[in-house]
């Protein structure tokens, strides 16, 4: 059976020493803060704290997803090296870098007809994406074949739970979410949106909740009611964040206190600069394992 390797982009919201501890490779999307052109590389060059507080501060930002001649050279040296490849990707709902990974993969396998290269569209961002890389890294640990472990993806990634929320709506009247109208309303009521993921991998608004306070709570029952065992869940839950990390931890504490029988304690990272650059600081999300996603 050939080698091959695990490899997604920078949008998974982990860190780099996570994804060194899990041997998973990975692709960095560009993001821009005014005029100036940056790689998202986990903190690297600017932390989270530095990024959300530019973003206060005036700072415009937007990001560019990831072309195909830069999966070509993000492949090619594992090609090169007769390694197989499976990549998994950002939501295509959230996303055209899927897209232009699909186009790599036809090109190169011309060049490369003896080696397997499967691209996979996770249905997820963020941490939830992270997630999903975080299991199959351990299954491909405990000997999963290539095929194996992109058909465990395949039949897993629907059955991952993303929830967010946010606590401040001028992000997503900024970038065109929602009208200047509704986010003025939304603002002035002090309303915090819960949204999920649907089976395309697309964020739905799902609840309008007043006050933080009140969405935290709804954000754990979320939790309660769709985790695979409900309170019995045995799995990992993780949780991202743009720069509100108190919210975080206070999230993480009332899930390890209703959930006694996780995968170990809930893990908190930062949303990265990629997703960051379109929810603005403020939104908290949480991740888990539970029943098939449907509309």
């Given at each position: 059976m050939?080698?091959?390797?695990?490899?997604?982009?920078?949008?998974?919201?982990?860190?780099?020493?996570?994804?060194?501890?899990?041997?998973?490779?990975?692709i960095e999307f560009n993001y821009q803060i005014d005029n100036d052109v940056y790689k998202d590389d986990m903190g690297k060059t600017i932390?989270?704290?530095?990024?959300y507080d530019l973003m206060r501060n005036g700072a415009t930002t937007k990001t560019s997803q990831i072309n195909a001649n830069e999966y070509i050279e993000f492949f090619k040296p594992f090609?090169?090296?007769?390694?197989?490849?499976?990549?998994?990707?950002?939501?295509?709902?959230?996303?055209?870098?899927?897209?232009?990974?699909?186009?790599?993969?036809?090109?190169?396998e011309e060049d490369y007809p003896n080696n397997k290269i499967i691209i996979i569209d996770s249905l997820a961002a963020s941490a939830g994406y992270g997630l999903l890389m975080t299991y199959a890294a351990k299954f491909k640990d405990s000997g999963y074949s290539i095929d194996e472990l992109s058909n465990w993806i395949d039949n897993?990634?629907?059955?991952?739970?993303?929830?967010?929320?946010?606590?401040?709506?001028?992000?997503?009247?900024?970038?065109?979410?929602?009208?200047?109208?509704?986010?003025?309303?939304?603002?002035?009521?002090?309303?915090?949106?819960?949204?999920?993921?649907?089976?395309?991998?697309?964020?739905?608004?799902?609840?309008k909740v007043v006050g933080k306070k009140r969405v935290m709570k709804r954000i754990v029952n979320q939790m309660k009611e769709f985790a695979s065992d409900k309170l019995e869940y045995s799995g990992k839950c993780f949780i991202?964040?743009?720069?509100?990390?108190?919210?975080?931890?206070?999230?993480?504490?009332?899930?390890?206190?209703?959930?006694?029988?996780?995968?170990?304690?809930?893990?908190?990272?930062?949303i990265g600069t990629t997703i960051g650059s379109h929810t603005g600081p403020g939104t908290l999300a949480v991740f888990f394992m539970g029943d098939e996603r449907n509309d």
């Open positions: 050939k080698n091959y390797v695990l490899t997604c982009s920078s949008t998974v919201d982990l860190s780099n020493d996570y994804l060194k501890t899990l041997n998973i490779n990975y932390s989270s704290k530095e990024f090609l090169e090296n007769n390694y197989d490849v499976l990549h998994v990707e950002i939501s295509s709902g959230l996303s055209g870098s899927y897209n232009s990974a699909m186009i790599a993969k036809e090109i190169l897993n990634k629907l059955n991952l739970k993303l929830c967010f929320y946010s606590t401040d709506l001028s992000y997503y009247v900024k970038g065109g979410r929602i009208t200047q109208t509704a986010g003025f309303v939304g603002s002035l009521l002090n309303l915090c949106p819960l949204l999920n993921v649907d089976s395309k991998g697309k964020l739905i608004p799902r609840h991202s964040h743009a720069d509100i990390l108190e919210d975080a931890k206070e999230v993480a504490r009332r899930i390890e206190e209703d959930f006694p029988n996780l995968d170990g304690h809930v893990e908190i990272f930062n």
